[in-house]
């Protein structure tokens, strides 16, 4: 009996091996075959000539083609082969689709994301377009969906999902637009809400202090920028340093900030032409956003036209690059771009408001929002205008935003594929439909420029409320975009070199044009603009490149020193772990914010926890406004106002029977429990301990077991984001260009990730190790390794 018990048993077990062994085999075959063919011939409808695509060792391509809308087929064709499931996710982030593929999990964020009813705006923006545009897109389209149906199985995802993709339309691009819009400038309604709500907790000469609209640290290159001289009011409001429980923390709601770009004119530079450099910070996943590639067809003048750097799938336009006549770069302008206006609902009138006195109706919008494997919601969405009415609690607000706009978004920066002069480029920069951006230009020649690309509100920024406005204030909302030849720009700067790193980039009358919608406070733009004037008299790519991965901990510096000086023999009697942390402050300091440094974590920490115990009371009273308001949203320069607080230390801002030394000993407590939570103890506590990559493909993200497969090893990062080198966990430079125009050899282009989103591809990981460790890498693709030829069926 138990000699028949065990062969069953036997056999059930090879049964069920065998099963696994199937499930695994057929699993792998799955995979497998969603891999894009790279080599041989494929048949293309409606190209109108064969065109070629070389992939190099990291599977870069290089497209060439007879005629640019050829090209922008090729482009959708190979965006889709390795990209289609990021592009898909972008298109629906922006139109509110997300649920309809993922499910309830995701049904919330597409409800507020209706409110902007993109996916209606798009439609209408794409009839809009010039004929050639509406053919480029049309034409990208097809590429698109003719990739997908090229592969051999829908992209794996889809598998794991459950699903089957969606075919590509020309006005999905402009939804990929859009969805930048919400990245970059997504936080604005929360940051004009808690600056409102604070305005609510402060007097006038306090918010003025708590608020200030300079820094010491700002870095604009057009000249001096007046420091802050508001003064400290004698009496502050109750709830700052007000005690909070030892393990709160508040400041994770606080807003990143990054990117970086600059331009150095001929006259300082090797090779006698400008250099361009740029490294966007944006939020990291796998696989990157960007995609690089070499596109290749003839100008206008029969010319061909070689035009390299990265583009975004989606969308079949190099985005920043060089096109051997000019190279050009992008950050975030954080300019003033939105506008809350208070209204009042007529009560018993319906869908009825008064604005600035005058009765009007709102157009009422019902929205469906699709979810699979569940029932669909509907989302009721109200309209004054462009302008959607945002609710928050029993509040309405009518939202005055470039990016509801007419003109807001379109593909005008393909104009920068054939700009020959600094001129040309910013005249096309200022008309492209994107978020307001930064645009930083040099040409071969050596002349360089600066403007703000994209959308603005046609308003002197100078003179808008930072705050939501009063209803009988609607008349100082915007109801346009600012003209192309309005956008503020400087052209050939006599010091030969233009910076931006989100912090103010002009000086006092100059910045009016931008406004603050958020910028940085200025220290890594200072940092910048500081290495940039020490580089040698006759700079090259390399040296211009190193800049970008500087990251000594200038910022950071005071703020270890003022730790230091809390922790006076005093302090650290009978406390033997403020003895502890003095001690890895005093001796284990490297001076950057580099991986090793365990005094670089303790001074971040120091920093942090300081935030909490300052103004951590003011966040508890505005989250039960709104759970992601927050005094760091509503102001990015805290850091200067804390340490103001520290340095003049008022007596009449603090709780009874407390002392300033008491909250910079608080301070050095919390701090000490946060590490302890984190890393177990203070001598584990390091920087990379804390600043490792967390990148992923979101479809790690939304099904268990799956992340380990889709992820990167968490290597420690060096760096943070008052450095230029810019790093925070899952948050840092999306690509690293340096590049002369017309010396494209020497230039240097990198990026974490590789090509492909797909985990069995050899691109998947490629190149990602010369991210981590900061090597410079080819700006050009290589020698082909692999030959794709799309021929006209």
């Known amino acids: 009996m138990k000699r028949r018990w065990a062969r069953w048993s036997l056999r059930v077990v090879l049964v069920l091996a065998a099963l696994i062994l199937v499930l695994a085999g057929f699993a792998w075959w799955r995979l497998h075959t969603s891999l894009p063919p790279l080599d041989g011939t494929l048949a293309a409808p409606g190209l109108t000539a064969p065109v070629e695509v070389r992939r190099d060792a990291l599977g870069v391509p290089a497209i060439s083609g007879t005629t640019r809308d050829d090209v922008a087929y090729a482009t959708g064709f190979v965006h889709a082969q390795d990209r289609f499931f990021q592009m898909d996710l972008l298109r629906r982030r922006a139109a509110g689709e997300l649920a309809g593929l993922i499910g309830d999990a995701t049904a919330e964020i597409d409800s507020r994301i209706r409110m902007h009813r993109f996916r209606a705006r798009a439609q209408a923006a794409l009839q809009a377009l010039p004929p050639a545009d509406r053919t480029m897109l049309q034409r990208y389209a097809d590429g698109v969906n003719a990739g997908l149906s090229g592969l051999g199985a829908a992209p794996f995802e889809y598998a794991l999902l459950r699903s089957d993709p969606v075919r590509w339309q020309p006005a999905d691009t402009l939804l990929v637009v859009w969805t930048m819009y919400l990245d970059l400038q997504g936080y604005m309604p929360m940051r004009e809400l808690s600056r409102g709500w604070l305005k609510e907790l402060a007097p006038p000469e306090t918010l003025a202090f708590l608020l200030p609209e300079t820094s010491a640290y700002d870095a604009p290159f057009d000249g001096p920028s007046p420091a802050p001289n508001v003064a400290i009011p004698a009496q502050g409001p109750d709830w700052i340093a007000r005690p909070l429980p030892a393990k709160a923390a508040m400041l994770e709601d606080t807003l990143t900030r990054g990117s970086n770009g600059w331009a150095i004119a001929g006259p300082h530079t090797r090779g006698g032409g400008a250099i361009v450099a740029n490294d966007m910070h944006l939020g990291l996943m796998l696989p990157n956003v960007w995609y690089r590639a070499q596109l290749r067809f003839p100008g206008d003048d029969g010319r061909m036209r070689s035009v390299t750097g990265v583009t975004l799938p989606g969308a079949p336009l190099v985005i920043i690059g060089s096109n051997g006549e000019l190279a050009w770069g992008f950050t975030n302008a954080c300019a003033d771009v939105l506008d809350l206006v208070r209204i009042e609902r007529v009560p018993g009138g319906g869908n009825r408001f008064k604005v600035a006195g005058e009765v009007r109706e709102a157009t009422e919008y019902r929205e469906t929002v699709a979810v699979r494997g569940g029932e669909a919601k509907t989302v009721i969405v109200l309209q004054i205008g462009d302008a959607p009415i945002r609710q928050v609690g029993d509040a309405f607000y009518l939202e005055h935003w470039v990016a509801h706009q007419p003109g807001a978004v379109n593909v005008g920066l393909r104009g920068l594929e054939t700009a020959r002069t600094v001129e040309d480029a910013v005249a096309v920069a ?102 940039l004037m020490a580089l040698p008299a006759q700079a090259d790519e390399k040296g211009v490149y190193a800049v970008q991965l500087d990251d000594r901990a200038i910022f950071m510096a005071p703020w270890r020193d003022r730790a230091l000086r809390v922790l006076d023999a005093q302090a650290v009697a009978g406390h033997p772990e403020r003895q502890q942390f003095r001690d890895l402050l005093a001796q284990r300091w490297s001076g950057r914010a580099s991986p090793e440094s365990q005094g670089y974590r303790l001074t971040r920490a120091f920093l942090d926890a300081g935030y909490d115990e300052v103004f951590g009371a003011a966040d508890v009273e505005l989250k039960k406004k709104h759970p992601y308001a927050s005094y760091a949203i509503a102001n990015m320069r805290w850091p200067l106002v804390l340490a103001q607080l520290l340095d003049a230390g008022p007596p009449n801002w603090l709780p009874a029977g407390r002392t300033w030394r008491d909250v910079e000993l608080a301070t050095v407590d919390r701090a000490i429990r946060l590490l302890k939570e984190e890393h177990g103890s203070l001598q584990a506590a390091t920087w990379g301990a804390h600043n490792r990559a967390t990148i992923q493909h979101p479809i790690g993200g939304l099904l268990p077991g799956v992340g380990r497969w889709l992820a990167v090893p968490p290597e420690p990062l060096p760096g943070d984001i008052h450095v230029p080198r810019v790093s925070e966990r899952g948050f840092g430079a999306s690509q690293r260009m340096v590049v002369t ?36 890498t080819p700006f050009l693709p290589g020698a082909a390794q692999h030959t794709l030829t799309l021929a006209p069926r």
């Not at 990730?753 to 090597?775: N, T």
């Open 430 to 531: 200022s008309r492209a439909g994107v978020p307001a951006l930064n645009f930083v230009v040099g040409d071969r020649a050596g002349r360089i420029a600066w403007s703000v690309a994209g959308a603005m509100a046609a308003r002197d920024a100078g003179d808008a409320k930072t705050f939501p406005l009063a209803t009988d204030a609607d008349a100082a909302a915007w109801q346009a975009l600012r003209a192309p030849d309005a956008h503020p720009s400087v052209v050939a700067p006599a010091q030969g070199r233009v910076w931006n790193a989100n912090n103010r980039p002009l000086a006092a009358a100059g910045d009016r044009l931008v406004g603050d919608g958020g910028a940085d406070l200025g220290a890594r733009a200072k940092q910048i603009g500081e290495g």
């Open 741 to 776: 125009p017309g010396r494209e050899q020497d230039g240097i282009l990198n990026m974490p990730g590789g090509q492909s989103g797909h985990p069995l591809s050899p691109y998947f990981l490629a190149g990602h190790g010369d991210w981590v460790q900061g090597r410079p």
